[in-house]
């Protein structure tokens, strides 16, 4: 079966600090990867998606970036942090409903990240 | 800018009520849509979606789908308070193929009392 970690679970940063999470996927081949970001009274928004090694669309204008070095694994990186990037960070990729034919996104458990 | 609104709530609802969800959008071509069940502190989990105007029902809940007035719904009946949750409502453009990206409310909190 398809698993998808994410890590770390908590994390404290300082503004002007670097960010490196991390993303993995068991179980399936050349998935479709997505970042999402959940702030404080907002919802879910997409920030990266990649279809393939290599291959990264940005949704939003930010200081944050993506990486996909391998073909399970997706990297969100930032070289500064900003207080405005504090958030429950999402991984998930795209799959197939369980029985069906249906697609849906699986969800990583999130990173929650405040920059102070 | 595609968008997905919901009420923030929040939502109270007695156990063994009806709890009645609602979200509209503005991509009039949107094709699928979604409801998501989120406790705090953990990653959204997929409880059902609807694809066609009309009712679709699994279990305890129905998912609602109304295209021409660009609204979806969802309810929980015989509300139980393990069903206390963020419920995020989301769409997807009409865009296909390798573009699977999914827009989202902020969610709506529904608390079930006992």
């Known amino acids: 079966s398809q698993t998808i970690h994410q890590w770390p679970a908590t994390l404290v940063q300082p503004v002007g600090s670097p960010l490196s999470l991390e993303c993995t996927v068991e179980?399936?081949?050349?998935?479709?990867l997505y970042w999402y970001r959940q702030a404080a009274g907002r919802g879910l928004q997409l920030l990266f998606y990649s279809v393939g090694i290599g291959q990264i669309s940005s949704e939003v204008p930010q200081n944050l970036s993506a990486s996909r070095p391998q073909d399970r694994q997706f990297i969100l990186s930032s070289k500064k942090l900003l207080l405005s990037d504090s958030g429950f960070y999402l991984c998930a990729w795209r799959g197939l409903w369980s029985g069906t034919k249906l697609e849906k996104l699986f969800f990583g458990s999130g990173t929650q990240l405040s920059v102070l | 800018q595609k968008e997905v609104e919901q009420n923030s709530g929040p939502l109270s609802v007695p156990e063994g009520a009806i709890a009645s969800l609602n979200c509209t959008y503005s991509?009039?071509?949107?094709?699928?849509f979604f409801w998501y069940r989120q406790y705090s502190g953990k990653s959204p989990e997929l409880i059902m979606s609807i694809y066609s105007n009309g009712d679709k029902e699994d279990g305890r809940f129905t998912a609602q789908l109304n295209k021409a007035s660009q609204y979806v719904s969802l309810l929980i009946r015989d509300s139980q308070p393990s069903d206390s949750a963020t419920y995020l409502c989301?769409?997807?453009?009409?865009?296909?193929?390798?573009?699977?990206?999914?827009?989202f409310g902020k969610g709506t909190l529904l608390t079930v009392n006992p």
């Open positions: 991509d009039r071509g949107s094709q699928s």
């Open positions: 179980g399936t081949s050349n998935p479709n």
């Open positions: 989301a769409v997807r453009g009409i865009s296909g193929g390798s573009n699977y990206k999914l827009t």
